[in-house]
Nanobody, 115 residues
Framework: QVQLVESGGGLVQAGGSLRLSCVAS????????MGWYRQAPGKQRELVAT???????DYADSMKGRFTISRDNAKNTVYLQMNSLKPEDTAVYYC?????????WGQGTQVTVSS
């Protein structure tokens, strides 16, 4: 069973930065793509950023220029560097991995941005 474990969330002031990590229990090469999603209270889960097995990235418009997704295959880890954080970035951030038709989610990590 694949496990994805997120870490790196916390409380930060507006304008600050955080780096989230998602460690997979197996090789991330096996995933077609991996991504970060977030869910704020009372809202639907939304896409933040994705990265394919070949390293191609994609971002939600509101995150472009502020967030960067990357991967370290040797560490089976996907990162999300978040800069210039805003209070509206407050949410639980989830890691997702897709392997063929199967999708896997982590348990989430809370990010809270104070104004």
């Amino acid at each position: 069973q694949v496990q994805l474990v997120e870490s790196g969330g916390g409380l930060v002031q507006a304008g600050g930065s955080l780096r989230l990590s998602c460690v997979a229990s197996g090789s991330i090469f096996s995933f077609n793509f991996m991504g970060w999603y977030r869910q704020a209270p009372g809202k639907q889960r939304e896409l933040v950023a994705t990265i394919t097995s070949s390293g191609n990235t994609d971002y939600a418009d509101s995150m472009k220029g502020r967030f960067t997704i990357s991967r370290d295959n040797a560490k089976n880890t996907v990162y999300l560097q978040m800069n210039s954080l805003k209070p509206e970035d407050t949410a639980v951030y989830y890691c997702r991995g897709v392997r063929n038709v199967a999708t896997f989610w982590g348990q989430g990590t809370q990010v809270t941005v104070s104004s």
